[in-house]
């Protein structure tokens, strides 16, 4: 999930005088699914595949699954495969929810677990060993690649990690290179003291690995010892092999312990879900059945279906298509937002996408409006730029002429009915109309020169996956 950027420096010295972290923003920009699914992995140094995998709704218990030796693929393949069962069965094909639904939630401890995530979509997704069947250890790995595929989309709601969502509650008191860890985090949010108790405790919290890499200490003191015994043993040392999967599964289980924990914070906070949450739910919906409900519902019929790839999307064209959409997306979640939170709307005025000022005439005849702006202090109004009133989405206005020097805009309804009046101060938040990017994108496809023509052949040969051939072969 990615943040709105505000003033972080002076937030975080704000913080620091205080003696704790601070809300940021007057609403939550996410919504919680009523039971999301929690996975936490563990890996060995340099590895791709994890060791250990915990995994299970958040409102139950844990599965742990671990192997002893991670580097022996056909001892691994089937916990992930199982692992991938499960998965499946919390995201299922086909069309996904409507967005005044709660859909399947996938909640993980930092971004370092998604990225293995990928890594395990990388290993799997198309491979045809070690398993006798890998049908459905391809499946699982594809819904892997999916999930993280989803998690870059800038509007969505499906894929969660802990510690961007708190530092998306929270400005803490540290600097940001320390907020990547979830147990730090938790500890400034749980610990009751001044400033320097809570100091303490997050500190101590920051000792213990939360990543999917394990401690060096205990790696080479605790594992690597282990590890040579059951390998002289030719791996056939039951008791050392138990010994290993104890140590890696109580290692997963504590990072699953810790987002669940994560979760629990969030929902104890009582801001409310920002209004704008409904918008980016619906282009994460329409994403989420792109990247995996609609392929894989056709793959279950026994269509061809087509993936994205694993690692780029592998044509000029493509990439140029999903970019264009991406931002999009992007500009509609904040805008969005901003128009369900004060907060966040200010901070997008500073940013420069937006007035506030006082309105000094209207003209009801031809419905032109003109504007004496105070924020933000330096601004270029381009004409035609468009503008959507705070607390009436439905009024848009259009900006004609404007004037630094007396810092006046002059505007004309767009759409929708004047509801203010002179005299009275208003915010107007920039209004990107989507078709403009979709129109775009419409003429990338349809182009008609020779090089066009080129590009999209280029495209359809190699840029995204047929269900039957690996994205890299």
Same mark, same amino acid.
């Given at each position: 999930?990615?943040?709105?950027?505000?003033?972080?420096?002076?937030?975080? %010295?704000?913080?620091?005088?205080?003696?704790?972290?601070?809300?940021?923003?007057?609403?939550?920009?996410?919504?919680?699914?009523?039971?999301?699914?929690?996975?936490? %992995?563990?890996?060995?140094?340099?590895?791709?595949?994890?060791?250990?995998?915990?995994?299970?709704?958040?409102?139950?218990?844990?599965?742990?699954?671990?192997?002893?030796?991670?580097?022996?693929?056909?001892?691994?393949?089937?916990?992930?495969?199982?692992?991938?069962?499960?998965?499946?069965?919390?995201?299922?094909?086909?069309?996904?929810?409507?967005?005044?639904?709660?859909?399947?939630?996938?909640? /993980?401890?930092?971004?370092? @677990?998604?990225? /293995?995530?990928?890594?395990?979509?990388?290993?799997?997704?198309?491979?045809?060993?070690?398993?006798?069947?890998?049908?459905? %250890?391809?499946?699982?790995?594809?819904?892997? #690649?999916?999930?993280?595929?989803?998690?870059?989309?800038?509007?969505?709601?499906?894929?969660?990690?802990?510690?961007?969502? /708190? !530092?998306?509650?929270?400005?803490?008191?540290?600097?940001?290179?320390?907020?990547? @860890? %979830?147990?730090?985090?938790?500890?400034?949010?749980?610990?009751?003291?001044?400033?320097?108790?809570?100091?303490?405790?997050?500190?101590?919290?920051?000792?213990?690995?939360?990543?999917?890499?394990? $401690?060096?200490?205990?790696?080479?003191? &605790?594992?690597?010892?282990?590890?040579?015994?059951?390998?002289?043993?030719?791996?056939?040392?039951?008791?050392?092999?138990?010994?290993?999967?104890?140590?890696?599964?109580?290692?997963?289980?504590?990072?699953?312990? *810790?987002?669940?924990?994560?979760? !629990?914070?969030?929902?104890?906070?009582?801001?409310?879900?920002?209004?704008?949450? &409904?918008? &980016?739910?619906? @282009?994460?919906? =329409? +994403?989420? #059945?792109?990247?995996?409900?609609?392929?894989?519902?056709?793959?279950?019929?026994?269509?061809?279906?087509?993936?994205?790839? !694993?690692?780029?999307?592998?044509?000029?064209? +493509?990439?140029?298509?999903?970019?264009?959409?991406?931002?999009?997306?992007?500009?509609?979640?904040?805008?969005? /937002?901003?128009?369900?939170?004060?907060?966040?709307?200010?901070?997008?005025?500073?940013?420069?996408?937006?007035?506030?000022?006082?309105?000094?005439?209207?003209?009801?005849?031809?419905? +032109?409006?003109?504007?004496?702006?105070?924020?933000?202090?330096?601004?270029?109004?381009?004409?035609?730029?468009?503008?959507?009133?705070?607390?009436?989405?439905?009024?848009?206005?259009?900006?004609?002429?404007?004037?630094?020097?007396?810092?006046?805009?002059?505007?004309? &309804?767009?759409?929708?009915?004047?509801?203010? =009046?002179? !005299?009275?101060?208003?915010?107007?938040?920039? @209004?990107?109309?989507?078709? *403009?990017?979709?129109?775009?994108?419409?003429?990338?496809?349809?182009?008609?020169?020779?090089?066009?023509?080129? *590009?999209?052949?280029?495209?359809?040969?190699?840029?995204?996956?047929?269900?039957?051939?690996? $994205?890299?072969?």
């Amino acid at each position: 999930m990615k943040q709105l950027v505000s003033e972080d420096v002076t937030d975080r %010295l704000r913080a620091w005088a205080i003696g704790r972290p601070i809300p940021r923003f007057q609403t939550k920009c996410f919504e919680i699914a009523k039971d999301p699914y929690v996975v936490a %992995l563990v890996r060995m140094g340099g590895e791709g595949r994890p060791w250990a995998i915990a995994s299970g709704p958040a409102g139950g218990s844990a599965t742990v699954r671990s192997v002893a030796d991670p580097r022996i693929q056909q001892a691994v393949a089937p916990m992930v495969e199982a692992f991938g069962q499960d998965l499946l069965r919390v995201f299922p094909a086909g069309k996904s929810s409507k967005v005044d639904q709660n859909g399947p939630q996938l909640w /993980l401890p930092d971004p370092s @677990h998604l990225d /293995l995530l990928h890594q395990m979509a990388f290993a799997y997704a198309y491979e045809r060993w070690p398993l006798p069947d890998m049908r459905r %250890l391809n499946r699982a790995g594809k819904l892997f #690649n999916s999930l993280f595929l989803q998690s870059t989309h800038p509007a969505q709601n499906t894929v969660m990690t802990a510690t961007e969502v /708190l !530092r998306s509650l929270y400005t803490f008191p540290a600097a940001p290179a320390r907020q990547g @860890h %979830l147990g730090f985090l938790i500890a400034w949010l749980v610990e009751h003291g001044d400033r320097t108790l809570r100091q303490l405790s997050a500190s101590s919290a920051e000792e213990r690995a939360v990543s999917t890499s394990i $401690d060096g200490e205990f790696e080479r003191r &605790v594992l690597y010892p282990l590890l040579e015994r059951f390998v002289a043993s030719g791996r056939e040392d039951t008791e050392t092999a138990g010994q290993i999967m104890a140590f890696v599964e109580e290692e997963a289980r504590r990072r699953w312990e *810790l987002t669940v924990a994560a979760l !629990r914070i969030i929902r104890r906070d009582h801001r409310p879900t920002n209004s704008g949450v &409904v918008t &980016v739910k619906e @282009h994460g919906r =329409r +994403s989420w #059945n792109q990247l995996w409900c609609e392929p894989a519902a056709r793959e279950d019929a026994g269509e061809p279906s087509r993936w994205r790839g !694993r690692e780029t999307d592998r044509g000029a064209v +493509s990439a140029a298509r999903y970019y264009l959409r991406n931002e999009l997306a992007e500009r509609l979640r904040v805008e969005a /937002l901003a128009h369900g939170d004060n907060e966040i709307a200010r901070l997008v005025v500073r940013q420069g996408r937006g007035l506030v000022g006082k309105v000094i005439a209207i003209d009801t005849q031809d419905g +032109s409006v003109r504007m004496r702006y105070s924020e933000p202090e330096h601004v270029d109004i381009r004409e035609g730029t468009s503008y959507q009133c705070f607390g009436n989405r439905a009024l848009t206005l259009q900006a004609e002429d404007s004037d630094p020097s007396s810092r006046e805009v002059d505007l004309r &309804v767009a759409s929708g009915s004047i509801s203010f =009046r002179t !005299r009275q101060q208003i915010l107007l938040l920039e @209004h990107a109309p989507e078709f *403009l990017t979709e129109n775009k994108i419409n003429n990338m496809d349809s182009g008609n020169t020779e090089l066009d023509r080129q *590009l999209r052949s280029a495209a359809q040969d190699i840029d995204e996956v047929p269900d039957n051939q690996g $994205d890299d072969e």
